[in-house]
């Protein structure tokens, strides 16, 4: 495992952005894909986007594919989500999730993430 935290959640109105950051704060250096769900008050936890090691291959939600985008630093270990034209669904947990890459399985499912932040708050109001 990887210890992750996030950073960068907030409130913010309609329309306006923020960029969330994951750091991998220790732990054994690995080659690692990364990826971003997030939960909302009473629903699923839900995939957003994900990075793969090999390649840099990046992956989208349809909800917020066009909007967000996901880069890493790898020589600093850390992963971002710049999230731009954020809606009031946009409001949730969201999390940083790290597995050991994997260059031909899907990222969408949360069980194939070994490693995972304590997550930040999304506030998006309307």
């Known amino acids: 495992q990887v210890p992750l935290v996030e950073s960068g959640g907030g409130l913010v109105q309609a329309g306006g952005s923020l960029k969330l950051a994951c750091a991998e704060t220790?732990?054994?250096?690995?080659?690692?894909?990364m990826a971003w769900f997030r939960q909302a008050p009473g629903k699923d936890q839900e995939f957003v986007s994900a990075?793969?090691?090999?390649?840099?291959?990046?992956y989208y939600a349809d909800s917020v594919k066009g909007r967000f985008t996901i880069s890493r630093d790898i020589a600093e270990r850390m992963v971002y989500l710049q999230m731009t034209q954020l809606k009031p669904e946009d409001t949730a947990v969201y999390y940083c999730?790290?597995?050991?890459?994997?260059?031909?399985?899907?990222?969408?499912?949360?069980?194939?993430?070994?490693?995972w932040g304590q997550g930040t708050q999304v506030t998006v109001s309307s």
């Open positions: 220790g732990g054994t250096l690995r080659m690692n894909d």
């Open positions: 990075i793969k090691w090999t390649g840099g291959t990046t």
């Open positions: 999730a790290a597995r050991r890459e994997r260059p031909y399985a899907g990222v969408e499912y949360s069980g194939g993430y070994d490693s």
